[in-house]
């Protein structure tokens, strides 16, 4: 789900019983991640231009053509409320 926090673009993943936060932006050529495919099992997003995979815990980037990591974000759920808090880049 594409979220705005603070003014900047968030991409809010719930996979496996967890939330993630990402910048919603792939850091190959600027995709959105927001529009890419959640693998659950292997915890990865896939950007929807060229493929490039980035770990949803912590933003590494785990396929080619990505080498950068993208930045997460911390989250935190209390009740049926979904925080986030911005990681300095």
Not at 28 to 36: I, K, M, N, R, Y
């Amino acid at each position: 789900m594409l979220v705005e926090v603070d003014d900047q673009l968030i991409v809010l993943i719930h996979a496996a019983g967890h939330f993630y936060a990402l910048d919603d932006v792939c850091t190959h050529d600027g995709g959105p991640l927001s529009d890419g495919p959640v693998d659950a099992a292997a915890a990865t997003i896939a950007c929807p231009r060229h493929g490039a995979k980035f770990d949803i815990k912590s933003g590494a980037a785990v396929t080619m053509p990505a080498t950068k990591a993208t930045i997460a974000h911390e989250v935190k759920v209390e009740g049926d409320k979904v925080f986030v808090k911005l990681c300095d880049s």
